[in-house]
């Protein structure tokens, strides 16, 4: 089983800086690939960022430049560093893990708020 639990969200100002953490917990479960979503009412939910094991990321284009995605291996946590924020990154951020095997798990979701 593979659990996922967010930290971090909250209310910041148009041009500031949040930090989102996940703590990944995979017991008897190797996970390929660490990642971050967003959604907001009616909406799909939004590919933001992922790394895989041998530490490659990805982003999304809405966010490229702005954010950035790292892990802590020690500590098996996922981290989302997010700058220059705008009202429309705000949103439900989730935390993502995919399997080796293919399935994907998430976390509770985390509100982020970029207002003034």
């Known amino acids: 089983q593979v659990q996922l639990v967010e930290s971090g969200g909250g209310l910041v100002q148009p041009g500031g800086s949040l930090t989102l953490s996940c703590a990944v917990s995979?017991?008897?479960?190797?996970?390929?690939?660490r990642g971050w979503y967003r959604q907001t009412p009616g909406n799909e939910r939004e590919f933001l960022a992922s790394?895989?094991?041998?530490?490659?990321?990805n982003y999304g284009n809405s966010v490229k430049g702005r954010f950035t995605i790292s892990r802590d291996i020690r500590k098996n946590t996922v981290t989302l560093q997010m700058n220059s924020l705008k009202p429309e990154d705000t949103a439900v951020y989730y935390c993502?893990?995919?399997?080796?095997?293919?399935?994907?798990?998430w976390g509770q979701g985390t509100q982020v708020t970029v207002s003034s």
């Open positions: 993502h893990a995919r399997a080796n095997f293919g399935a994907d798990y």
């Open positions: 995979a017991r008897g479960i190797s996970v390929a690939s």
């Open positions: 790394i895989i094991n041998n530490g490659l990321t």
